[in-house]
């Protein structure tokens, strides 16, 4: 019959791709939204919760709502910015016009940040080895080295009092790597509470 509408047609066959498509779409927005709304009621436990959400948001796809996950990629940003941050210390160190003092000061600065990326990938390593025999022991040694990992910023930039723009600058980068440390402890401290109950 002329001008029937047949569920094999063309026609249908668009319209129900079309369906699927934005169900699919409709779906995976509202996991997203989940996601960063994990991200963000998470980071609202940390003591800077604005650069928590703003360095994990990003990553909410891989992250989904697993606290291990979010923990170990806070370990990962963190980790990275660090070493970012020591490589450019480091640069900064070869820097000519600089007195023996602030000289002295980069190099302790570089020490510490040496240390904290030590620290840092031991408690990644830790984080994603596959099952263990005692967990808490293991999360109990993790929190100690991203303890420790904590950079003093004052341990940086106190040999720079006599060159304010060379303070700021070192102490803004330190003070972000301090803020990514304490944001990622937070979220490894909540985890292992979560882990203990």
């Known amino acids: 019959m002329e001008g029937s509408y047949s569920i094999n047609s063309p026609s249908h066959n668009i319209l129900t791709i079309i369906f699927l498509f934005t169900s699919f779409i409709t779906l995976i927005s509202a996991f997203e939204k989940t996601n960063v709304e994990f991200i963000r009621t998470s980071c609202g436990l ?7 959400f703003n360095s994990l948001s990003i990553r909410a796809a891989a992250i989904q709502t697993s606290p291990k996950l979010l923990a170990q990629t806070a370990l990962s940003v963190t980790l990275d910015t660090t070493r970012t941050t020591s490589s450019s210390m480091v640069k900064m160190s070869k820097v000519h016009g600089m007195t023996p003092r602030e000289v002295a000061a980069m190099k302790d600065c570089i020490e510490v940040l040496c240390d904290s990326v030590y620290a840092l990938q031991k408690s990644l390593e830790e984080m994603i080895r596959p099952g263990s025999k005692d967990s808490g022991l293991v999360m109990s040694d993790i929190q100690t ?27 803004g980068k330190i003070v972000n790597v301090a803020h990514l440390t304490s944001n990622a402890l937070a979220l490894i401290n909540s985890l292992y509470a979560s882990l203990s109950r």
């Open 145 to 171: 080295w991203v303890s420790s990992a904590l950079t003093d910023e004052d341990t940086c930039s106190e040999g720079f009092k006599d060159d304010p723009k060379m303070k700021s600058v070192v102490r």
């Open 46 to 52: 940390t003591t800077y919760p604005k650069l928590c």
